[in-house]
């Protein structure tokens, strides 16, 4: 892949579980890394073929190969929230890139 396709700075971050000052259970997301990206959105028939698979999904992500990435992660864009879905995929195991099935998530 050029590395012109991966230009957008993403951070990414991880859910973690910490209580409050009442012992409260309270989950919330602190940075894991940052990493360029190539984000994709699902167009047209891509878009219709992804959904038989699940229906949630808007957008592909492609990063460069970072280690203990998991599916309770989430990329946020700028002021755009993607969540992902299901666990990335290691391109052919080769410890290359690792793609991501996320969705869009508007507050």
């Given at each position: 892949?050029?590395?012109?396709?991966?230009?957008?700075?993403?951070?990414?971050?991880?859910?973690?579980?910490?209580?409050?000052?009442?012992?409260?259970?309270?989950?919330?997301?602190?940075?894991?890394?940052?990493?360029?990206?190539?984000?994709?959105?699902?167009?047209?028939?891509?878009?219709?073929a992804?959904?038989?698979?699940?229906?949630?999904?808007?957008?592909?992500i492609?990063?460069?190969?970072?280690?203990?990435?998991?599916?309770?992660?989430?990329?946020?864009?700028?002021?755009?929230?993607?969540e992902?879905?299901?666990?990335?995929?290691?391109?052919?195991?080769?410890?290359?890139f690792?793609?991501?099935?996320?969705?869009?998530?508007?507050?």
């Amino acid at each position: 892949m050029k590395a012109g396709k991966l230009r957008h700075l993403v951070e990414i971050q991880a859910l973690v579980e910490t209580t409050n000052e009442y012992g409260e259970p309270v989950q919330s997301y602190v940075k894991f890394a940052d990493a360029y990206a190539e984000i994709r959105p699902l167009l047209g028939r891509e878009n219709f073929a992804e959904k038989q698979l699940n229906s949630d999904q808007t957008h592909k992500i492609k990063i460069r190969y970072l280690p203990n990435i998991t599916a309770t992660m989430r990329v946020v864009h700028g002021t755009k929230v993607y969540e992902l879905i299901g666990f990335p995929v290691n391109w052919e195991e080769r410890n290359i890139f690792l793609t991501f099935n996320a969705e869009e998530k508007y507050d």
